[in-house]
């Protein structure tokens, strides 16, 4: 079973390039989410998707878009990347246990834009 | 929005001690509080969570407790190892019924010394 799986693990961008971080999960969970994790700021959601179908802003959206693309899959799109964007992405899925969305993470994407 | 705060920062114990981590969290609707260890290179890993309507949780050498009047809730982490070593993440969200829309505090980095 593995889970969350994210690709690629690393990336390394020049500013003004577009690139788009892949996800997928096999636990066949209706929520998604992505993250991005900055040092000293903890992780801060960029999008979600609450089922197959919807998508929605988070915390820190601007400069991303999102695809979900069927119920196991949900993109992560930088048009134009900037520094700024440079960041560890994390994606995530939820299952429902007694009320809460319970996460499960994936490995990460290490992304550096120069 | 919810706000929560996480100290400290960094955290050094000695082998066989037990660790405290403390959250502070702002929102009085939040009623699910997840705890997430992250090794290096990987994503967090859920461990241990408390809903509002305990004030305590136990899992072997891990126990967390909620206090909803103060809104703070803390990890405990009796007879330390070193795989024990690793960054810490608190979150608190409430029952959304879709999404979850979890904020997290900012981490603490635990090493654990032989």
């Known amino acids: 079973n593995a889970g969350v799986t994210q690709t690629p693990k690393f990336q390394v961008l020049k500013t003004g390039q577009s690139m788009t971080l892949q996800c997928a999960q096999d636990m066949n969970h209706n929520s998604m989410y992505w993250y991005r994790q900055d040092p000293g700021m903890g992780l801060r959601l960029i999008y979600y998707s609450a089922s197959e179908g919807t998508t929605d802003k988070g915390e820190v959206p601007n400069g991303y878009n999102v695809s979900r693309l069927n119920k196991r899959e949900f993109s992560l799109r930088l048009e134009s990347a900037a520094p700024s964007q440079t960041s560890v992405y994390f994606c995530?899925?939820?299952?429902?246990?007694?009320?809460?969305?319970?996460?499960?993470f994936g490995a990460g994407s290490r992304l550096t834009v120069l | 929005g919810e706000n929560v705060e996480q100290h400290p920062s960094t955290l050094s114990v000695q082998e066989g001690d037990s660790a405290v981590i403390k959250c502070t969290y702002s929102d009085s609707a939040s009623n699910y509080f997840p705890w997430y260890k992250q090794e290096l290179g990987k994503g967090p890993q859920l461990i241990i969570d408390i809903r509002s309507n305990v004030g305590e949780k136990k899992d072997q050498r891990i126990a967390v407790t909620l206090n909803k009047t103060a809104k703070h809730f803390s990890l405990h982490i009796t007879e330390t190892q070193p795989e024990d070593s690793a960054v810490y993440f608190c979150?608190?969200?409430?029952?959304?019924?879709?999404?979850?829309?979890?904020?997290f505090g900012t981490g603490t980095r635990l090493q654990v010394t032989l």
């Open positions: 979150a608190a969200s409430g029952y959304t019924g879709t999404a979850s829309k979890l904020t």
């Open positions: 995530a899925s939820s299952r429902v246990d007694s009320g809460a969305n319970v996460l499960t």
